[in-house]
């Protein structure tokens, strides 16, 4: 028998974006923040935030424990403003205050081009920084929108972010 092939129509969705997140568990105590993440901002997703077509969870391994999601979302406007209300808002200002002994990280592709990384406490590579270099995500490179883009407006980060320290 054939194989039966098809492929998605894109044509609704010129600014589509593809984000790949996690979170992993680096010390002991991770493993509470990596739990406690928390119903308000689990449930968020399940909500349909206003440009999220889709939200998938995904377990990246068990040991150590790593888990994260992957998401559909109309545009990075959409995006951006989900990641400035609340609750991911306050989630992400709790995070870089103290990342609680755990990693996160993102990967965002884009429709119109362009892939954005972003890794906050990996201590051990994952994605795209397993095979390229990495460098502090600082003046330009602070926003997404700027790392993709280039110059120009970016809107203030969800959170207030200070330079990192020297851990």
């Known amino acids: 028998m054939r194989v039966q092939r098809s492929t998605a129509d894109l044509s609704q969705y010129p600014d589509l974006v593809v984000v790949y997140l996690g979170m992993r568990v680096r010390k002991p105590r991770g493993m509470l923040r990596l739990l406690g993440i928390g119903p308000d901002l689990y449930r968020s997703h399940h909500d349909r935030p206003d440009g999220l077509l889709l939200h998938e969870d995904i377990v990246w391994s068990l040991f150590p424990p790593h888990w ?3 998401q559909y979302w109309r545009d990075l406007d959409s995006l951006e403003k989900w990641t400035r209300s609340l609750p991911h808002k306050q989630w992400w200002a709790r995070f870089l205050r103290d990342s609680g002994g755990t990693g996160f990280w993102h990967e965002a592709y884009f429709a119109r081009g362009g892939i ?3 890794y ?3 201590t051990t590579p994952t ?3 397993r095979f390229a270099p990495t460098r502090p995500a600082d003046g330009r490179l602070r926003t997404t929108r700027s790392r993709v883009f280039g ?3 970016a809107p203030e980060p969800p959170a207030a972010e200070s330079a ?3 851990r």
Do not use: E, N
């Open 127 to 129: 994605g795209i920084a």
């Open 164 to 166: 990192p320290d020297s």
């Open 120 to 122: 906050d406490d990996m």
């Open 151 to 153: 110059a120009g407006t």
């Open 68 to 70: 994260g999601a992957r």
């Open 116 to 118: 954005d990384t972003i």
